[in-house]
């Protein structure tokens, strides 16, 4: 079974191409890039998982929180500037923010995250979730 932690979005999907679009880094010029973290996410019987990619970014630099029903992910990673010419930038830097709808059947209050080695891995446990019953009402 595949479960995605947040629904698919069209428009999202459009606005974050668009907003990839405009920030496009030029030659030349000194802009910041914005960035999200590359994130799997997997789901087992018993829990989901995510696995989030944060390299060159220290655990104490890094928050996860919840919010409204999302799971939020925010952080930043530094640009070290040097007196060295740069030749080549495919890397971004700088402050990032990722949301992930919940499912109903989370337990929130056991989540838990690690990290090692440049990638947190959040454990999301997974509570059963009551089928409502099916009640008839009689008509008079």
């Known amino acids: 079974m595949n479960m995605k932690l ?23 010029a000194d802009q910041k890039r914005r960035w ?5 996410i997997v789901e087992a019987a018993n829990r989901y998982e995510l696995k989030v990619e944060l390299p060159e970014i220290r655990k104490e630099d890094i928050k996860v929180s919840l ?8 952080g930043e990673r530094s640009h070290e500037k040097n007196d060295e010419k740069l030749q080549l930038n495919e890397r971004f830097y700088g402050q990032f923010t990722r949301r992930y709808q919940l499912p109903s059947d989370v337990k929130t209050d056991e989540i838990d995250a690690r990290f090692e080695n440049g990638m947190l891995y959040l454990s999301l446990p997974k509570t059963k979730v009551s089928t409502p019953e099916t009640q008839h009402i009689e008509i008079h």
Request: charged content about 25%; hydrophobic content about 40%; aromatic content about 14%.
């Open 36 to 40: 999200m973290p590359a994130t799997d």
């Open 67 to 74: 919010e409204d029903g999302y799971l939020v992910l925010s």
């Open 6 to 28: 947040r629904p698919w979005n069209p428009t999202e999907d459009f606005d974050e191409m668009v907003h990839r679009l405009m920030n496009w880094p030029m030659p030349f």
